[in-house]
């Protein structure tokens, strides 16, 4: 259940939803309303030891022809990946979701908030498909709808709201896009989220940047040359954000407590650490990690710059990559002239990501080819239209989308 927008006067009004009893959702029945994702994936699923997995996958793939395109983000499997037609970050898979149009189907093999941009940016005729509800991001959970609201309300009591421009990065979900659309504000990448920040500090006092406190506080630091002391954090789950009015109008950037659980594992300790193991290696880490762990690293930037700075060091170069291990496991097969290991020593996948598996890849393309669309993905078109707004601010910036070092 979405908010109520009141688009004619600019306010903002929400109806908070009814909660699923814990018990239910512990059960996997119901949905959860304080978080973007469903924890409910109904249907009749081939079991995992199917040994025509891949066949079953293969066939309803070529029966499905155009009608289909199947967009894997870089941190999922390598049995989906192996049925992608494009591969990428959120950011490219919307744009290539935006450019198909003659695909009636867009099968989603990655998050909720990605499937919810593809809905957003496609044309109404198209229908987006996440094969497993479940598969959400803790990041974009960590930002609901009436936690956004209640801290904007916050900052409008405080009489700061007006001074304040947000900025959210994609990882959210499409209500707090709308609401960035609806308050003056833009979304970011990893790739643009300084640009998106220097765009904003043009007309602003200061920012509210959702939902990722690491990559604000990075680029904000880094490379705006703000201080570690301009930035706060602000804690939806305390009064007013854990904040005062003088601490919060003295800021300049104004840091939701959120994080990625899967960069957040990463520890100065760990970089260390593969220093030592493996010596002169060169460490890249994706701006989600700890301000400590990229002050700690020789690269960061995103995703894409991650692949094609691996990709384009000559043989015998060694990458310690401080980012989300199906992709990092891919880098290493891929570049086998090259030494490519992973930064921490224990497993560190997505695992809302990994849900997405086979099963539920099979499922989902002969659930269309018998004329059933399952698991469908779509915004309302309230909120579409404000987070839509948000996204052509982005993509209006010089450079929007390109893959640099954040
Ligand atoms: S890697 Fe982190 S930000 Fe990306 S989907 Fe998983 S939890 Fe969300």
């Known amino acids: 259940m979405h908010r109520q927008w009141d688009t004619v006067g600019m306010a903002q009004s929400f109806v908070e939803p009814e909660k699923t009893p814990l018990a239910l959702l512990l059960l996997g029945k119901g949905a959860d309303p304080d978080s973007e994702r469903g924890v409910e994936c109904p249907g009749d699923l081939p079991v995992a030891s199917d040994p025509d997995l891949v066949s079953r996958a293969a066939i309803a793939k070529a029966a499905l022809g155009e009608r289909v395109f199947v967009l ?5 499997r390598d049995e989906v990946i192996a049925f992608a037609d494009v591969t990428g970050d959120s950011f490219k898979l919307a744009q290539q979701a935006a450019d198909r149009g003659q695909a009636e189907f867009i099968i989603f093999c990655g998050v909720h908030f990605m499937a919810e941009s593809a809905d957003i940016l496609t044309d109404a005729r198209q229908q987006v498909i996440l094969p497993d509800l479940a598969a959400g991001c803790s990041m974009a959970d960590m ?3 009436y936690q956004v609201d209640a801290a904007w309300q916050t900052l409008t009591r405080w009489d700061l709201a007006d001074s304040t421009i947000p900025i959210t990065y994609m990882n959210s979900s499409a209500d707090i896009k709308a609401f960035t659309g609806q308050n003056h504000g833009s979304i970011c990448t990893s790739s643009n989220a300084r640009r998106s920040l220097e765009w904003a500090f043009e007309s602003g006092e200061r920012v509210l940047f959702l939902p990722d406190e690491h990559l604000g506080r990075n680029t904000a630091v880094r490379d705006l040359g703000l201080s570690l002391n301009d930035c706060v954090v602000f804690d939806p789950h ?3 954000g854990g904040l005062t009015r003088e601490v919060a109008q003295a800021a300049r950037m104004l840091l939701w407590k959120g994080h990625c659980s899967v960069h957040g594992r990463f520890t100065p300790e760990s970089v260390d650490d593969v220093r030592q193991r493996v010596p002169g290696i060169t460490v890249i880490v994706h701006p989600e ?8 690293a020789d690269l960061v930037g995103s995703t894409e710059f991650i692949i094609s700075t691996i990709n384009a060091a000559p043989p015998g170069s060694a990458f310690a990559v401080g980012t989300e291990l199906n992709l990092v496991r891919r880098l ?6 090259k030494t490519v290991v992973f930064v921490d020593k224990t497993v560190c996948f997505c695992a809302t990501m990994n849900r997405i598996d086979l099963p ?6 002969e659930s269309l080819v018998d004329g059933r669309v399952v698991n469908q993905i779509s915004v309302d078109p309230d909120t579409a239209r404000w987070a839509k707004v948000a996204l052509d601010r982005m993509l ?3 450079g929007a989308g390109a893959a640099t070092p954040s």
Do not use: F, T
């Open 238 to 240: 305390r009064p007013d």
């Open 332 to 337: 290493a097969a891929g570049n086998p002239d």
């Open 72 to 76: 894997g983000h870089h941190y999922q």
């Open 143 to 145: 930002a609901a709808a």
């Open 360 to 365: 539920h890849l099979v499922w989902a393309m």
């Open 289 to 296: 990690c700890r301000y400590d762990v990229v002050e700690r």
């Open 396 to 398: 209006a910036l010089p």
